[in-house]
């Protein structure tokens, strides 16, 4: 394998990245953990390109993000009762995400999402990540920042569906 | 538990049994599964960007490897840089909801002037502010830094990175130096509240800054005038002016205001200016159901008075004005301005079927076929005319008659025509006539008479006198009265009055009504 062929398996890991990220965080419910076992699966993807096949380097990256997430699920005995069904769907459902439209069409929405949370309030941005990072309760949030459980509910759809319009806005006025 | 309840709760805690198996319920639709897997992507995103804002480190890895991966990711943003830096966005408001016809969600205005009697609209610019327009409105997006509001509503929330945005009002400008506010433009003043951050307002040669909390109305004779604060301007909570302009008002008459009953407090500033300057006193005494709700201490003519009314349970409010002392009672106050703003209560104004003002058919010179009243009478030969209609003073529309003939006038006769299609008239809690009516009137409706005024009980004719003279003064007022809801057909109604004289040969006569259902 040559070196320009890892750049392009590398090139194909990260253009996928916004899936495959939450193909992790979907098993993991763990944002951060998701992106930790990303990188680690890249990294074994660029440790090991020789013995990938060169029609199918997204089938073992998510072969390798599945089984590091699943492990780390049973090492530190989180979320161990997985339901079955719903994992079966998920698994479906992400196989026809990280195909290459999607991937394409997903690349351009994290270019746009980055401009568009830019403009967001900072405590917005804030009540992001706290509740889906560090997965505080509205309840808590409202506390943090004084506010009522209702008004962080409403801060998170609201921008989210703020952000959604922005990047709509933003895709459809590309060049 | 809603659907997206349920998504956020699978990322970010454990589902119990129960909200595993509704969660494969709503995943079965293969619609559904699809939006449930892109909620985890958009959310996986979301996270990413706010972090890549607010985190200023990047942990370096040990691994070669590592280091390269993120070079590669710095070069996606720096081309994701380059690619925002050139790309160009058409400016202009979408319409992102709307519950206006002829206002379609998606349509873009730019440089155009929107106008509606009904509805609401929010707009978003592609600065991404937003603005809630509610009819009836007349409104000019001249560009994304600056709109006109002619008449009507609107509530306004700037995007951050939005630097400058002014709205220009009959009355005077807004400049926001913040966020968020609600501005209403009324007939003779405009009104601000402030939501969020900072607005100021210019007048011709004053200049005024609100902070939030603050509100004010400004006009540029008046300057500017402090308001009760409404958070909620836009909302069903409208702050509402229920009287504007003239009126004058005997002592003990009363203004009907009639409300719903989803407030709490009906709090009024009135503003009363006096055409003359007297020394006396008076209460503000509100009823409902004619038992007295509520009666304000004694005010003087210079005083500003405010009084808060509970309105729990209190269906048809009727705010009586009485002159404790110090005036004649036959005196006629002259209110020139008097504003009355609710908060937390929206005044239903109820459904005008005869407008102020409106066109009649009348007759005078000879007496009509004694069914002149009825509905299929047929009256297209009579001579017609806007109200106010009558003789004898200047100020009339429609003036009746030559000088000679007036002379001889004892009875007028009219009709209106008028259709009921859209109203529901079994839900009809009442219908209210304002009569201006010099001197006496006896009132049909569909043949049958709902009300008379100033005229003596028992059978009426042509020879009949109105019991006494209206003086002036007393003649400009319309009086109040009640009709049977149940005297309203759907589809065509026929009101008919005649007017009587006190006297033959009277110098004047005049006449006006109006009917609203509520």
């Known amino acids: 394998m040559s070196l320009s062929r890892n750049s392009e398996f590398l090139q194909i890991a990260f253009d996928s990245r916004p899936v495959l990220t939450a193909y992790a965080y979907s098993i993991l419910k763990d944002w951060g953990l998701a992106q930790d076992i990303f990188q680690d699966a890249v990294i074994s993807m660029n440790e090991k390109h020789s013995e990938i096949q060169a029609d199918s380097p997204l089938k073992w990256l998510k072969s390798v993000i599945r089984n590091k997430a699943i492990d780390h699920i049973r090492k530190n005995e989180r979320n161990k009762n997985r339901n079955e069904q719903l994992s079966i769907l998920l698994e479906e459902k992400f196989d026809q995400f990280l195909k290459n439209d999607s991937i394409q069409e997903y690349k351009e929405k994290e270019n746009a999402l980055q401009n568009c949370m830019a403009k967001l309030k900072p405590e917005s941005r804030n009540v992001i990540i706290d509740f889906y990072k560090t997965k505080l309760s509205c309840e808590k949030i409202g506390n943090l920042y004084k506010k009522s459980t209702n008004a962080i509910r409403l801060i998170l759809s609201r921008s989210r569906s703020d952000l959604r319009y922005c990047v709509k806005k933003q895709l459809e006025n590309q060049p | ?518």
Do not use: C
């Open chain 2, 1 to 518: 538990m809603k659907k997206h309840d349920l998504y956020d709760k699978f990322l970010t805690d454990t589902l119990s049994e129960n909200e595993e198996k509704e969660l494969l319920e709503v995943l079965k639709d293969e619609k559904k599964a699809d939006s449930f897997t892109e909620y985890i992507i958009e959310t996986n995103m979301m996270v990413s960007a706010a972090e890549n804002i607010d985190s200023a480190t990047i942990q370096i890895s040990k691994s070669k490897s590592e280091i390269r991966s993120i070079v590669l990711i710095a070069a996606a943003m720096i081309t994701l840089g380059f690619i925002l830096f050139f790309t160009s966005f058409k400016d202009s408001f979408e319409v992102i909801s709307s519950d206006v016809v002829n206002v379609t969600e998606g349509s873009e205005f730019i440089d155009k002037r929107i106008e509606f009697t009904e509805g609401e609209i929010t707009l978003r610019s592609s600065n991404g502010d937003h603005i809630k327009v509610k009819g009836p409105v007349d409104l000019e997006l001249s560009s994304l830094e600056e709109i006109n509001l002619r008449k009507g509503v609107i509530s306004v929330k700037l995007s951050d990175s939005t630097d400058s945005f002014e709205v220009l009002t009959p009355h005077g400008s807004v400049k926001d130096l913040g966020t968020a506010f609600g501005l209403a433009v009324r007939e003779s003043f405009s009104e601000i509240h402030v939501y969020d951050g900072k607005v100021q307002v210019n007048l011709p040669n004053a200049i005024e800054t609100l902070i939030a909390g603050e509100s004010i109305a400004f006009s540029p004779s008046k300057k500017f005038s402090s308001i009760a604060y409404n958070k909620n301007l836009f909302k069903e909570e409208l702050a509402e002016t229920l009287f504007m302009g003239e009126r004058e008002l005997r002592p003990g008459e009363q203004m009907d205001l009639v409300l719903d009953t989803s407030g709490k407090i009906l709090k009024a500033d009135l503003k009363l200016e006096f055409s003359k300057e007297q020394d006396f006193k008076y209460r503000i005494i509100a009823y409902s159901n004619e038992k007295e709700v509520f009666k304000s201490k004694e005010f003087s003519a210079n005083d500003k008075p405010s009084i808060e009314i509970p309105t729990t349970a209190i269906k048809d409010l009727k705010i009586e004005m009485k002159v404790a002392h110090g005036l004649a009672a036959n005196s006629i106050l002259k209110i020139e301005n008097m504003s009355l703003i609710t908060e937390g209560v929206r005044p239903y104004e109820g459904e005008v079927l005869i407008a102020a003002g409106s066109e009649w058919k009348y007759i005078f010179e000879t007496k009509p076929d004694k069914n002149w009243m009825e509905q299929n009478f047929d009256s297209s030969t009579w001579l017609q005319g806007n109200a106010v209609l009558g003789f004898g003073d200047k100020d009339i529309s429609t003036k009746i008659g030559g000088y000679e003939l007036r002379k001889t006038v004892k009875n007028i006769y009219f009709r209106h025509e008028f259709e009921v299609n859209d109203l529901e008239i079994n839900s009809l809690k009442k219908m209210v006539a304002n009569l201006l009516a010099d001197d006496g009137a006896l009132v049909f409706l569909n043949g049958s008479e709902i009300f008379r005024y100033n005229l003596p009980d028992g059978l009426i004719d042509e020879d009949t006198h109105a019991l006494k003279v209206i003086s002036k003064g007393g003649e400009m007022i319309y009086k109040n009265f009640s009709i049977p809801t149940d005297s309203l057909k759907m589809g065509k109604n026929v009101l008919s009055v005649v007017l009587f004289q006190r006297r033959g040969k009277s110098s004047d006569m005049r006449f006006d009504l109006q009917i609203k259902a509520y």
